[in-house]
């Protein structure tokens, strides 16, 4: 799913009976710049963070979330 079709996906459930002030749709409708480099990082780390615990899997966890950040 785009970034785009997840972000009319969230304006609409906020824009719901009862739900989302203006300052929620003001944010909502505002796009961010992912790092793509970033986030591959970080779905790296979370794919070793679900394995079996070995030492190597915990210091490519590490590794992975560290050059997320």
Do not use: C
Not at 37 to 60: C, F, G, I, V
């Amino acid at each position: 799913m785009s970034w785009a079709v997840q972000g009319e996906v969230a304006r609409d459930m906020a824009a719901g009976p009862g739900k989302g002030d203006a300052g929620e749709q003001a944010r909502l409708s505002t796009s961010r710049r992912v790092d793509s480099e970033a986030y591959q990082a970080y779905l790296l780390a979370r794919a070793h963070l679900s394995k079996t615990p070995t030492p190597t899997n915990w210091m490519r966890t590490k590794e992975y979330f560290e050059k997320a950040i």
